[in-house]
């Protein structure tokens, strides 16, 4: 009796392995560049029998003329079947569209679809004609050949969208956010200006107050400056950029404890923020096709996080140096004639040199 309910069990499960039907995978690219959009989809040979029958004869055999007969048929039927929404209208492929096979019994279908695209919508509608279960590997490509998105498509979920403008203003937001760290991290006078603010600092909140006044102050002029509202020519702004180190500086000698510093910290700022927009204005960016918000953000948080990854590092060894009885009564003096010095170097080199 066991041996019947296994030999059952084993002709069961041969059954369903035997009928079972690999639903299959295909693919397509779409390539994204000034003229438009390039389509490639890619099925094996029996899939595309599915919908265009190709063993005209009836001999189980699909030969070199047969497949070639069928070209123009697979074309029209992929093109009634695959609908592309560009900038939010239907079009149609520009020409009846190629049809090719390749010697791993491939069949390639191409096609080529105008205007260039700021968004688009593709539908795959001919999924139905393919077994259940069937998956289209889709793939969209800018010029380069980059990847800019992917989505495995099937009969429930046929179509993919994709707004251009929105990967465009997300690549551009890193770009401008890198650019901004980098800005800070290589302006030396930015960075020192900072430190002599910051030097004189013992606690938490007093740092806090400079970093966020000097924050908003810069971002001030940044924005003014990066919308061409307010400008101010690069051979006023770097001297007064170089006057405000100096001045820092030497009030910190002067002054055992200065006072007011947020608002001194603010009106400097302001200049420095001149100093930020002139990346941005050599960029042309108030030109820019795509807008400047998204630039002018980025930027801006890029050297928001490049200031207060400086503060992180440096704070914590300056408030440590303080608590040194050796070290705390020189620290300020030392530092602050270092930061007068290059100050006042830069301004001679920007006034005279």
């Given amino acids: 009796m066991t041996k019947k309910i296994c030999s059952v069990l084993f002709l069961c499960a041969y059954a369903q392995f035997s009928f079972a039907h690999d639903p299959g995978l295909s693919s397509a690219d779409l390539v994204l560049n000034e003229k438009g959009v390039d389509v490639s989809i890619t099925f094996a040979l029996q899939d595309t029998e599915a919908f265009a029958p190709m063993d005209n004869d009836g001999d189980a055999e699909v030969s070199d003329a047969e497949r070639d007969a069928a070209k123009p048929e697979i074309a029209a039927l992929i093109a009634r079947e695959l609908q592309l929404s560009i900038n939010n209208q239907i079009v149609k492929p520009v020409g009846a569209g190629s049809v090719s096979f390749d010697a791993q019994n491939n069949a390639h279908i191409l096609f080529h679809y105008e205007p260039a695209a700021t968004s688009l919508k593709m539908q795959l509608s001919f999924l139905d004609k393919l077994p259940d279960g069937h998956k289209q590997f889709v793939t969209i490509k800018d010029s380069t ?88 020519p690069s051979t006023i702004v770097e001297p007064l950029i170089a006057a405000t180190i100096v001045y820092v500086g030497i009030e910190n000698i002067i002054c055992k ?19 930020f927009a002139a990346v941005l204005q050599e960029m042309g960016i108030a030109n820019n096709e795509t807008g400047i918000f998204v630039p002018l953000l980025s930027f801006n948080l890029g050297v928001e996080t490049g200031q207060i990854l400086v503060a992180s590092l440096v704070l914590p060894v300056i408030w440590w140096l303080h608590k040194q009885p050796n070290i705390d009564s020189k620290l300020v003096p030392i530092c602050s004639i270092l930061v007068s010095l290059a100050g006042a170097y830069w301004l001679v080199e920007r006034t005279i040199l």
């Fill in 145 to 232: 050949g980059k990847n800019i998105s992917e989505k495995m498509l099937m009969q429930q979920d046929n179509s993919i969208v994709l707004n251009v403008a929105t990967i465009e203003s997300s690549s551009m937001f890193k770009d401008f956010f890198v650019l901004g760290v980098e800005h800070i991290l290589t302006g030396y006078d930015h960075l020192l200006f900072l430190l002599a603010l910051l030097v004189v600092t013992r606690n938490f909140w007093s740092a806090v107050g400079i970093v966020t006044f000097f924050t908003i102050a810069h971002s001030i002029t940044l924005g003014l400056a990066g919308l061409n509202l307010v400008t101010l």
């Fill in 257 to 275: 404890e200065p006072k007011g510093r947020r608002w001194l910290t603010f009106s400097f700022g302001l200049i420095h923020g001149f100093g």
